[in-house]
């Protein structure tokens, strides 16, 4: 029983994951002139290519693309593309693993996962293809 309880109060002693939302300056340093790569739970979930003046190239999985724009609303990111009515705001968060989206009210169980990052640009599909 002592030891149990001795096992207990080091898993709680333990520091939890580190966790910081970076600001919007933050992520428009590391998005423009990038491509982002995202998944969700293992899948591939889509791509963005960020261009300057906060522009950007949402490409979905199918291949189709959509032109956007971001801007911030305090610490969130927040996104508006053409033909879709809704915007969609974000943490964008740095993790002990790299970085992660989390859409604004989510949990973690909705993050979606930037997966890699590089300057290639998009191929798309469909009647949208680029900014």
Not at 2 to 10: F, G, R, V
Not at 69 to 98: A, L, S
Request: net charge negative; with cysteine.
């Amino acid at each position: 029983m002592k030891t149990t309880s001795i096992c207990i109060a080091l898993l709680l002693a333990l520091p939890a994951a580190a966790e910081e939302i970076i600001s919007p300056d933050e992520f428009e340093a590391l998005s423009t002139g990038k491509t982002l790569y995202f998944t969700q739970d293992g899948r591939r979930f889509g791509a963005e290519q960020f261009y300057t003046r906060r522009r950007s190239l949402w490409q979905f999985n199918g291949g189709e693309c959509a032109d956007g724009v971001w801007y911030d609303v305090g610490d969130m990111i927040c996104f508006e593309y053409d033909g879709n009515p809704d915007i969609q705001c974000w943490h964008f968060i740095k993790t002990d693993n790299g970085f992660v989206a989390r859409p604004d009210g989510g949990s973690p169980d909705a993050d979606i996962t930037m997966s890699s990052i590089d300057a290639e640009p998009l191929d798309c599909k469909g009647p949208s293809v680029g900014a």
